[in-house]
Nanobody, 120 residues
Framework: QVQLVESGGGLVQPGGSLSLSCAASGNIFMINGMRWYRQAPGKERELVAMRTSGGSTEYADSVKGRFTISRINAMNTVYLQMNSLQSEDTAVYYC??????????????WGQGSQVTVSS
């Protein structure tokens, strides 16, 4: 099994910064992709940022230039640095990691969610 534990988030004023981290542990053989999603009240879950095993990254248009996804390979940890936060960024953020377990079975794991609130 693979487990994800998120940390970070909280309350920040508009224009401020926050960072989220997501640590993957368990029977991990290979990680193919790491993603951050968010879900605001009354809205569908949306993809915010993704990073492939090769290091390529993609971002939602709404966060380009403000958010950065990164990974520390040795620790199987993915980060989301969020700058210039706006009220529209208020949501629960979820990390998602996909890959292969040591028994070569595919895994698709989700973090528990982290609340990010942007408010003055």
């Amino acid at each position: 099994q693979v487990q994800l534990v998120e940390s970070g988030g909280g309350l920040v004023q508009p224009g401020g910064s926050l960072s989220l981290s997501c640590a993957a542990s368990g029977n991990i053989f290979m990680i193919n992709g790491m993603r951050w999603y968010r879900q605001a009240p009354g809205k569908e879950r949306e993809l915010v940022a993704m990073r492939t095993s090769g290091g390529s990254t993609e971002y939602a248009d709404s966060v380009k230039g403000r958010f950065t996804i990164s990974r520390i390979n040795a620790m199987n940890t993915v980060y989301l640095q969020m700058n210039s936060l706006q009220s529209e960024d208020t949501a629960v953020y979820y990390c998602n990691v996909v890959g292969y377990q040591t028994n070569r079975e595919v895994f698709d794991a989700w973090g528990q969610g982290s609340q990010v609130t942007v408010s003055s």
